[in-house]
């Protein structure tokens, strides 16, 4: 049976180019339907039809007998891609050790490091959205929740990982080579904390150089500039990749 065809739901400054970034990696054709996000830097409505969530990314497989099927979730998606389709052995992993790192690190980025940075573009909503005679009121008690928690949580986390980047040599997470790890956690640190402004209160190229180089490293490897040709071609431009507008 010959491979499904592929579909990626990609949403503006999302954890969506993770995926366009495997799909590369892994030398598989796809096709891209790109979406911009709302005023309130929401996805749009019409994902809901794909998956009752309506978030990105949405992976769409359309199969030769004509079965469907959408996948939801990144990590989810990830290990359904590379299980799928890694023919070569690209991303196994070289032993038990480094399996169960590399899974560790697909839960630990959507399950710790992400929920303080998803918070950071709720809070920016209120800061634009607050009624004006309010709006520098709100404005400052959500920069003492960014202070007192968002930060403080997201820096715990990047001080672990630039310590673990420190110890494998600081180009790749796990084992020596690219994983699921470096995959899961482009969005998190390179995209958002160094191809952003989002953290920059926080996080600088000096306190992390190990996060800092590898992320330079990844976003300049070949499959990543590519899914990134991809998009800017295809969006003549008007999509952000990185940067939540």
């Known amino acids: 049976m010959s491979p499904p065809k592929i579909i990626v739901h990609w949403l503006e400054a999302s954890r969506a180019h993770r995926i366009l970034w495997l799909l590369e990696e892994l030398e598989l054709e796809y ?5 911009k996000r709302s005023d309130e830097k929401r996805a749009p409505e019409e994902l809901k039809t794909l998956h009752p ?83 520098s009121v709100v404005q400052k008690y959500n920069q003492h929740l960014r202070t007192a928690y968002n930060f403080l949580e997201i820096t715990m986390v990047l001080d672990y990982l630039e310590d673990e980047l420190k110890k494998t040599g600081g180009l790749y997470f796990v084992g020596g080579k690219l994983s699921a790890a470096d995959i899961m956690l482009v969005y998190p640190v390179a995209q958002v904390c160094f191809m952003s402004d989002r953290l920059s209160e926080v996080v600088t190229k000096a306190k992390y150089p190990n996060l800092a180089k590898w992320s330079d490293y990844i976003i300049g490897l070949p499959a990543f500039q590519k899914s990134v040709k991809r998009v800017e071609e295809q969006g003549k431009g008007k999509y952000s990749i990185h940067k939540l507008k």
């Open 31 to 35: 096709t891209v339907k790109l979406y």
């Open 53 to 135: 969530f309506g978030k990105s990314p949405l992976l769409e497989l359309e199969f030769e007998d004509g079965k469907k099927t959408v996948l939801a979730e990144s990590g989810h998606i990830i290990n359904y891609l590379i299980s799928k389709f890694d023919k070569t052995g690209k991303f196994k992993a070289a032993n038990d050790k480094d399996s169960e790192l590399i899974d560790y690190y697909l839960h630990m980025s959507e399950a710790t490091l992400q929920p303080p940075i998803s918070m950071l573009a709720v809070l920016a909503v209120g800061d634009a959205k607050a009624p004006f005679m309010i709006r």
